[in-house]
Nanobody, 131 residues
Framework: QVRLVESGGGSVQAGGSPRLSCAASGITLPTTCVGWFPQAPGKEREGVEGVYGGGDPTYYSDSVKGRFTISRDTAKNTVYLQMNSLKPEDTAVYHC????????????????????????WGQGTQVTVSS
C-alpha cells in the first residue's frame, strides 16, 4: 500500500524558509517521479517542483525559480521541498504526489507539472505566509 505523508508546514513570515518533507512508503524513490503541488482556494493544483526517478533532472515552475528546491533522501525514502524567500501568494496546502515507473526523463519533463499524471497523493501540509 502506497502512503505519502507531508510535514513541515505552518505559519511563517514573508521571507521565511521552511522545509517540507514527504515521507513515502510502499514505493521506491529511484523508480518513482515525485512532484510538489500547492493548492490554494479557488485555484487549480499545478506542480511547482518535480524530480525524476533517477534523481536528476529536477523541474520547477517560473513562480518558484530561484526560491524553491526539491531534493530527496533515498535512504529515508523522503522527498523535500526547501522553500526560501516566501511570499504571501505562496500560501497554500502543499501536496506531494508520486508516479511510479514514470518512463523516460524526457517524457517526464513534458508532463511533470500535470496533476492528472500522478497516481498517489499525500494529504497535504498547510503553509501560510503573512506579510
Amino acid at each position: 500500500q502506497v502512503r505519502l505523508v507531508e510535514s513541515g508546514g505552518g505559519s511563517v513570515q514573508a521571507g521565511g524558509s521552511p522545509r517540507l518533507s514527504c515521507a513515502a512508503s510502499g514505493i521506491t524513490l529511484p523508480t518513482t517521479c515525485v512532484g510538489w503541488f500547492p493548492q490554494a482556494p479557488g485555484k487549480e493544483r499545478e506542480g511547482v517542483e518535480g524530480v525524476y526517478g533517477g534523481g536528476d533532472p529536477t523541474y520547477y515552475s517560473d513562480s518558484v525559480k530561484g526560491r524553491f528546491t526539491i531534493s530527496r533522501d533515498t535512504a529515508k525514502n523522503t522527498v523535500y521541498l526547501q522553500m526560501n524567500s516566501l511570499k504571501p501568494e505562496d500560501t497554500a496546502v502543499y501536496h506531494c504526489a508520486a508516479h511510479p515507473w514514470c518512463g523516460s526523463n524526457g517524457a517526464y519533463g513534458r508532463y511533470w507539472s500535470l496533476s492528472n499524471r500522478y497516481d498517489f497523493w499525500g494529504q497535504g501540509t498547510q503553509v501560510t505566509v503573512s506579510s
